[in-house]
């Protein structure tokens, strides 16, 4: 029997004698109250394409002609995001120790039935078999992530949300929500209107395919508080952490915009039209802009649950710090040595304030530079250097880096036949090695939280866009981030596995980049 091919591929894998058919007879059970949830997804996932009755119900075992969901009896080694699934010709139980497990073992089996289970309306005739098998599964790492700017490019509700889904279909658990940037502010505050009034908009972006010319058409949005919740809660049904990302002290001008007094200089700004990195940061010397970012951040707590917050921190340049009264005042008032140990002080004075939350801090490697704040977590992403650093002086980290996990990156070496993109060349086979404790020592390999893809949108302007730098890339991220790496891991196998994963996301009506054929052809 042909192995079924699931991404990410679990750790264990047995295969059976024959199938379950799933007929008028097939219920949906459940054990456990924390089951149930999981259950009822499973149950409307499959009920429309295949017109079957599929009834949910309370049992206390499984028994003939059910698929069985429980959070009893699992092997507590799996932790919270293992599952165990077995399936044989009378039936398919999966055990879990949690809710989030029992939605692994369901994005499993999913993958077990026909391509055509991906159908939102009936499919008649089809046959809805699950192949016999075993498979004992976990995760390798606990942060498992995607990251998509709306700063540059918003996207509206319902792409976010199908976004989470095809997330959801590959085991990823954390969706980094980039919120804020010099082109524009997306979240609505309450208490300060005009970040949604003024630093939502700019007045004209860059054309596509010449970053020095402006189109002249203004742009921006935002997302309400409502919609927040709303996409946050539909996270949470699909086991999906939004962390928000609020950026400081850079990448800040769109906020100047509307509050000048925020800024070094007081007046002047505007929201940025070109990408790039901006000179006009929030004055790190003036006590209304911590005042401001903690009133900010309040209300992105009230909005989202995550315990990490991302605070940006990257691309931060000291120009503006270097002449301003206030900002050297600071420094000499705190025994600084300079203002990238200003930069440092401003990052600490955050993180006080997020611990005193219950929150937990994470950002982009920059906050390494003049001293890391003492529990923050560090984002690589300018290679694996930086996370590399702080695994080994004890930080936890998560590794983006961008050789292996910008998605922003062309995929194909031939750009003329590809949209433009913000340069670069990450392809496929590339993203293929990603190995996010590479070169950390044994010891401090517990360090790495996980990695993340992440997809800025300079040059993205559509949801067809988006998924289509995003996949297949992101199933190779997936399967680095879950899958233990292993020696015999080997990209034609990889490739093979990814033409039928593809037929699914086809049907799934995801915008992936067809694979290069010639790479089946590679030695
Ligand atoms: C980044 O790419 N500036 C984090
Ligand atoms: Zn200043």
Redesign the pocket.
């Known amino acids: 029997m042909q192995e079924p091919v699931i991404f990410p591929q679990p750790q264990e894998m047995t295969m059976g004698e024959g199938a379950f058919v799933l007929d008028g007879e097939t219920a949906v059970s459940y054990a456990t109250t924390t089951a149930q949830p999981v259950a009822d997804y499973l149950a409307q996932s499959l009920r429309v394409p295949t017109g079957l009755p599929l009834p949910l119900q309370l049992a206390a075992a499984p028994a003939a002609h059910n698929i069985y969901l429980t959070t009893e009896g699992a092997d507590e080694d799996l932790g919270e995001e293992g599952y165990t699934l077995h399936a044989d010709t009378t039936g398919v139980i999966i055990r879990a120790n949690a809710a989030n497990g029992l939605f692994y073992g369901v994005q499993t089996l999913r993958q077990l039935l026909p391509l055509a289970i991906e159908q939102e309306e009936w499919v008649p005739g089809e046959r809805w078999e699950i192949t016999a098998v075993s498979i004992r599964d976990f995760p390798r790492y606990p942060w498992r992530g995607l990251m998509l700017d709306v700063g540059r490019h918003l996207f509206p509700v319902p792409f976010i949300k199908k976004f989470i889904d095809t997330m959801a279909l590959h085991k990823f658990n954390t969706l980094h929500w980039h919120l804020t940037e010099d082109q524009g502010w997306r979240l609505e505050i309450k208490k300060y209107p005009l970040l949604t009034e003024i630093s939502a908009y700019r007045a004209a972006s860059p054309i596509p395919s010449d970053r020095h010319t402006l189109d002249g058409k203004p742009y921006g949005g935002f997302y309400t508080q409502d919609e927040v919740r709303e996409i946050v809660a539909y996270a949470q049904t699909r086991f999906i952490t939004v962390v928000p990302e609020i950026e400081m002290p850079g990448h800040s001008i769109a906020v100047l915009a509307a509050y000048p007094e925020l800024?070094?200089r007081g007046e002047g700004y505007a929201v940025r039209t070109f990408w790039g990195i901006e000179k006009d940061v929030y004055?790190?010397?003036?006590e209304a802009v911590y005042d401001f970012l903690q009133d900010v951040l309040t209300e992105v707590f009230d909005l989202f649950p995550s315990e990490f917050i991302h605070i940006g921190a990257d691309e931060c340049p000291k120009d503006?710090?270097r002449e301003?009264p206030?900002?050297q005042a600071k420094i000499a008032a705190e025994g600084l040595a300079d203002e990238y140990a200003l930069q440092s002080y401003f990052v600490r004075q955050m993180e006080g304030f997020l611990q005193k939350n219950g929150r937990r801090l994470v950002g982009w490697d920059e906050i390494l530079e003049g001293g890391l704040a003492p529990n923050a977590t560090v984002m690589s992403w300018r290679g694996s250097k930086g996370g590399i650093e702080a695994a080994k002086a004890g930080h936890d980290v998560v590794m983006s880096p961008n050789t292996f996990c910008y998605l922003d990156y062309y995929q194909g070496e031939d750009t003329d036949n590809e949209p433009a993109a913000i340069g670069n060349y990450l392809p496929l086979q590339h993203v293929f090695l990603f190995d996010p404790t590479a070169d950390i020592p044994a010891d401090k390999q517990h360090h790495v939280l996980g990695g993340q893809g992440n997809i800025w949108t300079e040059y993205i302007q559509t949801g067809d866009h988006v998924e289509y730098m995003t996949y297949p890339r992101a199933v190779a991220i997936a399967e680095a981030l879950w899958t233990a790496v292993s020696d015999d891991r080997n990209f034609t196998d990889f490739l093979h596995r990814l033409r039928v994963h593809l037929a699914r996301l086809g049907e799934m009506g995801v915008n992936y980049r067809p694979v290069d054929p010639e790479l089946f052809f590679a030695p």
């Open positions: 800024g070094c004055c790190a010397g003036n503006r710090w301003c206030k900002c």
